[in-house]
């Protein structure tokens, strides 16, 4: 009773929260806002259910190659110790040139390390983000950040670039100083996709716009793709000083389309990550499903068990025995 209670708030939240679609298109523009509402039933600790994010992208075209990418959101997210930010936070705000396979980005761009598309892994059925990422307090590798950047080459060698400095967002909401420049090399055989990356920089430490410092960052890291029909499976293992810190961390992500029923996913990761030498690893499993009613919603439940989380800053709750459950829904809205 107590799982079918939560799954009824959370679609009446999904329902009530959002302003009414219009559906309209004006010319090659496309806007489009997304809710995301999410249930934690703990095993150890405070259970929670309500309104988690929304986000809102833009897309437009100026005609001669260029076009507007704006994004923003504002998330309720907060570090286990209780720091977050609840204001709405432009992350990507550029523009884009594009001559045939080559792409030239200047304003606030994706720093180009990993597996970095959030469109590509957020509403996957995998609820959270990779703690390898993430996880570092109110650092971590994925950062939109003012600058400039390169994505082309050839099908065979894909080669993106950047080069940055100024205050950087994150997925949380979060804001630091974050600089320097980053490369990623990607090839492909068969049904393997294989990447390398590194930064080379620096990034600010503290909660949101305060900064006490400017701390080392040179990191690098591997990542792969293997697909084949119905299964997915995607991984990186990154290694090298964040913010001053020997880090490393691994995650590995199953993905398999029940073939008699396409509108089910089943999903599983599993993750290690070390933020500094002297602190021990964090082991973390996730097993779940994602139904998919059609374009517009999209179902998930996880379940997450850890062996605890040993440092200070986390996103991350440590589990009981028995794991957390994890349920969401997330709503797509074309305006």
């Known amino acids: 009773m107590r799982l079918f209670a939560r799954v009824c708030a959370l679609f009446a939240l999904a329902i009530l929260l959002p302003p009414a679609c219009y559906g309209q298109t004006l010319g090659s523009t496309s806007v ?30 100026l005609g001669s190659g260029f076009r507007v990418l704006y994004g923003g959101s504002q998330t309720t997210a907060t570090t286990v110790s209780g720091h977050g930010l609840a204001s709405f936070v432009t992350r990507q705000a550029a523009i884009e040139h594009i001559s045939g396979q080559q792409r030239f980005l200047a304003g606030n761009i994706t720093l180009p390390f990993g597996l970095y598309d959030t469109e590509e892994t957020y509403a996957s059925g995998l609820i959270d983000y990779p703690l390898a990422r993430v996880d570092k307090g109110f650092s971590s590798v994925d950062w939109f950040v003012p600058g400039v950047g390169f994505r082309g080459g050839s099908p065979a060698l894909q080669i993106e670039a950047a080069g940055f400095g100024g205050q950087a967002s994150g997925v949380w909401g979060n804001r630091n100083n974050v600089a320097g420049g980053a490369l990623r090399l990607q090839s492909y055989y068969q049904g393997l996709i294989v990447g390398a990356s590194r930064w080379d920089g620096s990034e600010s430490t503290g909660f949101g716009k305060a900064a006490a410092g400017r701390l080392r960052t040179h990191l690098s890291g591997f990542d792969m793709r293997f697909t084949r029909p119905h299964l997915l499976v995607r991984g990186e293992y990154l290694f090298g000083t964040l913010g001053n810190a020997q880090t490393h961390g691994w995650y590995t992500d199953f993905y398999y389309h029940l073939p008699k029923y396409e509108r ?72």
Do not use: C, M
């Open 32 to 61: 489009e806002l997304d809710v995301d509402v999410r249930s934690l039933t703990a095993s150890a600790g405070k259970s929670h259910v309500g309104l988690y994010s929304t986000a809102l992208s833009l897309k437009s075209s």
């Open 264 to 335: 089910w996913t089943i999903v599983a990761r599993a993750e290690q990550f070390q933020p500094a030498s002297n602190i021990r690893a964090t082991d973390q499993v996730t097993l779940g499903a994602r139904y998919t009613l059609d374009r517009n919603w999209i179902f998930a439940a996880n379940w997450r068990r850890n062996n605890g989380v040993r440092y200070g800053g986390t996103w991350t709750p440590t589990t009981g025995r028995a794991g957390d459950l994890y349920l969401q829904v997330f709503r797509k809205i074309s305006l």
